[in-house]
């Protein structure tokens, strides 16, 4: 056969030839791809034209292929099933139920909104390639304008251009501070933050959000922020630090749940402040200039939508 593109055979012809080959009646497959039978005839004919040899013979109880046609038949069935599958993937890929999303967030939404959305989107969508990264504001950032994530959940930074983006607020993040169960302060009715100024602290580095909050509540109350500090931003250091001594760490609610509460609940307790301590608000952040695919939009949608949950702020706070 030719490699001329105009003696490629088309689809029409394709499934003309399957068919007559599943049913052995012309006018059945003629039927079956809505045609007349005139009109399938020609098409078996430019078929056999096209490829120089004859794939049917006409037989009293049907018609049957030639060792030519079973051969190219082989081939046929092959081609419609990619098709057919092309097709899906298509479909699938418009309809948001495949195709690939990265995102990423600060640590507080990923756990309360991401995760159940991502669930949600994977309970319709097992196929779907889902790339999730939790990390600081200012690391979301570079890889969202990198073009590396689809969208972040995260704090916009002064060196930021607001104008890149488009922007949904969302919430801020509560904080509290979290011990081992067997901390001295573990069952106190009221810890202050003066009795925590003498204890060890795991914190992130400075100028890291959770940080900052917790400095600037000691500074409320007219306190210095605690000098004896392990800087890390890691939550499993912080974990395993607090499991073997008197030491605290500030979390956002969301993780301090994980801690404490089943299913997880790993030995650890939040201590009972008398106010509550915030972090500034974050956003859903997306670059104007990179639109959503239909995976990423219904992640998306899906993640407003707990955003929008009344429980979705009670959820993971025990202390309130």
Request: aromatic letters at 6%.
């Given at each position: 056969m030719s490699n001329n593109p105009a003696r490629w055979l088309k689809p029409s012809q394709l499934r003309l030839l399957s068919e007559i080959a599943s049913h052995g009646q012309l006018q059945l497959a003629a039927d079956a791809i809505a045609v007349t039978q005139p009109a399938a005839s020609r098409m078996l004919a430019e078929v056999e034209r096209q490829l120089g040899a004859a794939l049917f013979v006409r037989r009293p109880k049907g018609m049957e292929p030639t060792s030519e046609g079973r051969a190219v038949l082989r081939r046929v069935e092959v081609v419609l099933r990619?098709?057919?599958?092309?097709?899906?993937?298509?479909?699938?890929?418009?309809?948001?139920?495949?195709?690939?999303?990265?995102?990423?967030?600060v640590t507080g939404p990923a756990v309360s909104l991401l995760m159940p959305a991502i669930r949600e989107v994977?309970?319709?969508?097992?196929?779907?390639?889902?790339?999730?990264?939790?990390?600081?504001?200012?690391?979301?950032l570079r890889h969202l304008m990198a073009g590396e994530m689809d969208f972040v959940l995260a704090r916009i930074l002064p060196e930021a251009d607001a104008h890149d983006f488009e922007i949904t607020p969302m919430s801020d993040e509560k904080i509290v501070i979290v011990a081992r169960a067997s901390h001295p302060l573990a069952r106190a009715h009221v810890v202050t933050l003066?009795?925590?100024?003498?204890?060890?602290?795991?914190?992130?580095?400075?100028?890291?959000?959770?940080r900052?909050?917790?400095?600037?509540?000691?500074?409320?109350?007219?306190?210095?922020e605690p000098r004896n500090v392990v800087s890390s931003p890691s939550i499993l250091l912080s974990m395993a630090y607090l499991a073997q001594g008197d030491a605290v760490t500030p979390m956002?609610?969301?993780?301090?749940s994980l801690l404490t509460q089943p299913p997880i609940g790993a030995?650890?307790?939040?201590?009972?402040?008398?106010?509550?301590?915030?972090?500034?608000?974050?956003?859903?952040?997306?670059?104007?200039?990179?639109?959503?695919?239909?995976?990423?939009?219904?992640?998306?949608?899906?993640?407003?939508?707990?955003?929008?949950?009344?429980?979705?702020?009670?959820?993971?706070?025990?202390?309130?």
């Open positions: 990619e098709m057919r599958s092309m097709v899906a993937d298509v479909d699938s890929l418009r309809q948001g139920l495949a195709g690939s999303v990265s995102v990423g967030a994977k309970s319709i969508a097992p196929a779907a390639e889902i790339s999730v990264d939790v990390m600081p504001s200012r690391d979301l003066t009795e925590l100024s003498s204890y060890e602290w795991v914190m992130q580095q400075r100028g890291a959000p959770i900052e909050a917790i400095v600037n509540a000691f500074g409320q109350v007219g306190l210095s956002v609610t969301e993780v301090a030995g650890f307790a939040v201590l009972n402040l008398p106010h509550d301590i915030r972090v500034s608000p974050y956003y859903l952040l997306r670059l104007r200039r990179r639109p959503l695919t239909p995976l990423a939009l219904s992640l998306r949608d899906r993640l407003l939508t707990q955003s929008n949950r009344p429980d979705v702020a009670r959820y993971y706070v025990s202390d309130e």
